[in-house]
């Protein structure tokens, strides 16, 4: 089976960083995604990683270690914007198919 | 623009009766869609995979007698939940890879009220 691990809440100040960590164990890993998802809307994609090490793109970073099934997502200089949920979701293949299975998310909250 | 869009995007119905939702996907072909599921606060649960021209493949503690999905095109796939109860009341939102399975584009989401 599944099974992804996140903290349920943060909280963080505008302008400073924050680590979001994600452990996950899964029999048929295939990539490790980072979604954002605010209030009543759809997941937007964030960043995604299938080789170890860490993937930069602008504030957001995501780092990957799959022998140890574990991944953060890095947010750097926040902004209030940044409130919301985040997402870690894993690739799954078994079956046959790419499917993707979901963490509980993570609600971050950004105060001045 | 969008990539998948969603009709509708909200909704409200009776105890009892049926609901349809409709996922489109609107850029490419999607020989395979997945609807989702999130209740208040609490994350994106895969409630069936769509396969175009044969049955869904549907996760465990999913009723596919109350979750009917029919993916008849390539481009666009139907849930319909039975004799829908208040506790089936959630977001439904359905997701299609993109063409080489690097990104899952999700279409906008449906609220569904049952009362």
């Known amino acids: 089976g599944q099974n992804i691990d996140q903290p349920t809440e943060m909280t963080a100040t505008e302008g400073a960083i924050v680590q979001i960590n994600c452990t996950y164990q899964?029999?048929?890993?295939?990539?490790l995604f980072w979604y954002q998802q605010h209030a009543g809307e759809a997941p937007t994609f964030l960043s995604y990683?299938?080789?170890?090490g860490l993937e930069e793109k602008g504030r957001f970073s995501s780092f990957l270690s799959r022998s140890k099934g574990y991944s953060y997502l890095l947010l750097k200089e926040l902004q209030m914007k940044d409130s919301a949920s985040y997402l870690c979701?894993?690739?799954?293949?078994?079956?046959?198919?790419?499917?993707?299975?979901f963490g509980a998310g993570t609600r971050l909250a950004v105060h001045p | 623009g969008a990539v998948v869009s969603q009709h509708p995007s909200r909704v409200i119905c009776k105890s009892g009766t049926s609901v349809k939702i409709e996922c489109r996907s609107l850029d490419f072909q999607a020989t395979t869609m997945f609807w989702y599921r999130q209740f208040p606060k609490q994350s994106l649960m895969l409630m069936a995979t769509?396969?175009?021209?044969?049955?869904?493949?549907?996760e465990q503690g999913v009723e596919k007698d109350k979750f009917l999905i029919n993916h008849a095109s390539l481009t666009l796939s139907t849930l319909t939940v039975t004799s829908a109860h208040p506790e089936d009341s959630s977001f439904y939102i359905c997701?299609?890879?993109?063409?080489?399975?690097?990104?899952?584009?999700f279409g906008p989401g449906t609220r569904l009220t049952v009362t």
């Open positions: 979701a894993v690739r799954d293949i078994t079956g046959g198919y790419n499917k993707l299975i």
């Open positions: 769509s396969n175009e021209g044969s049955k869904a493949t549907y």
């Open positions: 997701s299609v890879w993109g063409e080489n399975s690097y990104e899952q584009y």
């Open positions: 899964t029999s048929g890993f295939n990539g």
């Open positions: 990683n299938v080789l170890d």
